[in-house]
């Protein structure tokens, strides 16, 4: 399930890479209104850190879930999140993120990207190795349906 286990506390290796770019110019826009709602996240910076994991993560118990948000007008969108402790470059000193999954992302199913966001971290670098760890009782499988194959 987890590349590197601790009792209670998962962790899961991946590579910094580049995003899309959307996300910073709506984090400007959802990070006041999330945060009136989710205090949590209100020092974090607009913009997300991008991971490539090396295993697939399912979440299935994230920290918090907002209701919905109209963030634009004609936008509204759910989010949820999960916090993590942020270890980039791996062997480093740990940082509090959160695993911010808005519910209208061209990631959110995808087990093997996530995007972080976090109070600004000067020492990130695209490319980077790091971890994350966060506890057991937040992950689960996704289902994997069996194929079938219908007679012709």
């Not at 790091?130 to 194929?147: A, Q």
Request: glycine letters at 6%; proline letters at 9%; aromatic letters at 10%.
């Amino acid at each position: 399930m987890c590349a590197v286990q601790k009792d209670t506390i998962c962790a899961f290796d991946g590579i910094v890479i580049p995003g899309l770019g959307a996300a910073r110019g709506n984090l400007a826009a959802q990070l006041p209104k999330i945060a009136a709602e989710y205090p949590s996240v209100k020092d974090c910076y607009a913009g997300t850190i991008n991971i490539q994991l090396d295993e697939p993560l399912y979440i299935i118990k994230p920290d918090y879930k907002t209701k919905l948000i109209e963030w634009m007008p004609g936008c509204s969108e759910k989010f949820n999140f999960t916090v993590v402790q942020f270890e980039c470059p791996i062997g480093s000193q740990h940082s509090v993120a959160w695993i911010y999954n808005p519910n209208l992302s061209p990631h959110r199913f995808d087990d093997l990207t996530v995007e972080l966001i976090a109070p600004y971290l000067p020492g990130v670098a695209k490319g980077q190795a790091c971890r994350l760890h966060l506890p057991k009782n937040r992950l689960g499988e996704r289902r994997r349906f069996k194929r079938v194959s219908w007679p012709a």
